[in-house]
């Protein structure tokens, strides 16, 4: 027997940037809800002022433990930590629930104390290893960041690095069934964790028709008229993301295309205040356009009317942005290297570049702007490949279908 309609508590590591992570969690929820589930999302941070203040409202988001005053230094690093230790005391609250989804760590972590204390099955969704235990090179480089650089977490994980390991490797084998964000990390999560995983790619909206005007006119975005042609970017605001290459580019792009602006949307970061430094080195205050926080209602309008879009991370282990631009019908310049090399036809929905060669990354920039018939073909290419492999659609059939599976095997 199916239970058809389930109590679903969604755990989730944050709620204080309007990112990719964040967004697939609200579609979930809207999703679920729209097929007469009941869904709660809990999280130790939550500060729905900076993610996706428009919207978020509408969701059922409560943080575990009552906040820490903001005047703390390393607030939200800290309420973290503090809900992974005090979580075992408010685990049983949780046994109304039918079914936990652990949302990346320490969404696991939460679930499987809830399934030992109060029995409830839990699945986990993941984009990534844990990076405080397995980081990537770039993550070593440049250290782990949640809404600013945490600087603390290095000598927390040092003190604490067995427990930690202990903890995120019987939270993610514990698991009935384990989802992962795209067939890039598929393969290196089951290495690392020693167990099966079923691809759950994220999701992005399908706009109907494509844009095809998109060297003339403007579009309007927080009060600021932005002319077309315009390059965009969409990510969120880390050093991990390499928005150098994109603004570096625009030094020989502007020689060519004098009108032609790029376009960084997203929350400010210590990052961005360093990018605004960097782009006034180069003289080009006047070509790059960082817009702050874009409403919901107007992001797939930016998207669509773009006539490029780039995605510079190079370490990046699925890229929401680069199947946000393909479902909106534009093309994409990406490093053939990590998710995006999986989610771009290269030479067909965008093209893949060496990692770092700026020549070559800014000419492909370059060709797709100067030939508008390849950039319409790619631009509805892209937005097929997107309907067919990248849809909320098909991402949340999945997670409800597992959802209920493993919710029937508590019954």
């Known amino acids: 027997m199916k239970r058809k309609h389930l109590k679903i508590a969604i755990f989730h590591l944050a709620f204080f940037y309007s990112g990719g992570g964040e967004k697939l969690i609200l579609e979930e929820i809207k999703a679920l809800k729209k097929n007469g589930h009941e869904v709660d999302c809990f999280s130790p941070v939550v500060e729905k002022k900076l993610c996706f203040p428009d919207i978020i409202g509408g969701y059922k988001i409560k943080s575990f433990f009552p906040r820490l005053p903001k005047i703390i230094e390393h607030q939200e690093t800290l309420e973290i930590v503090l809900a992974c230790l005090f979580f075992p005391f408010i685990a049983l609250k949780f046994s109304k629930y039918d079914v936990v989804l652990g949302a990346n760590q320490p969404g696991p972590w939460f679930a499987w104390l809830v399934n030992k204390i109060a029995k409830v099955p839990y699945v986990i969704y993941l984009a990534q290893p844990t990076r405080i235990l397995y980081p990537r090179k770039i993550d070593q480089s440049e250290g782990v960041w949640l809404k600013s650089r945490a600087r603390i977490f290095p000598i927390l ?28 990390m598929v393969r290196i999560l089951k290495k690392v964790y020693q167990r099966d995983a079923v691809e759950c790619p ?28 315009y390059i965009l970017i969409t990510n969120r605001h880390f050093p991990h993301k390499r928005f150098e290459y994109a603004i570096k580019a625009m030094v020989d792009i502007s020689k060519i295309f004098k009108d032609t602006k790029l376009i960084i949307t997203g929350n400010y970061t210590e990052y961005t205040h360093a990018l ?29 009317n773009a006539c490029v879009y780039v995605y510079t991370s190079p370490e ?17 310049v990406a490093w053939k290297r990590g998710g995006p090399a999986t989610t771009i036809i290269n030479n067909k929905t965008g093209y893949l570049v060496p990692p770092y060669s700026q020549k070559e990354f800014t000419q492909r ?46 019954l």
């Open 202 to 229: 994220a999701g992005a909206n399908v706009i109907k028709k494509i844009v095809k005007n998109r060297w003339q006119g403007e579009e309007k975005v927080n009060g600021r008229n932005i002319k077309k042609p």
């Open 365 to 410: 920039i370059i060709d797709l702007i100067k030939d508008k018939e390849s950039n319409i073909i790619m631009g509805k290419n892209a937005r097929i490949h997107v309907r067919k492999n990248y849809s909320y659609q098909r991402h949340n059939n999945l997670l409800e279908k597992t959802l209920i599976k493993v919710a029937a095997k508590d």
């Open 157 to 184: 994980v040092k003190l604490t690095r067995p427990f930690i390991k202990w903890i995120d490797k019987v939270s993610i084998r514990g698991a009935e069934v384990m989802l992962v964000n795209g067939s890039f």
């Open 276 to 304: 605004i430094k960097f782009v006034k080195d180069l003289g080009l205050q006047d070509k790059i356009v960082f817009t702050g926080f874009i409403k919901e209602e107007d992001l797939p309008r930016l998207y669509a």
């Open 316 to 332: 990046e282990d699925f890229g929401m942005g680069v199947i946000e631009a393909m479902g909106a019908g534009v093309p994409v």
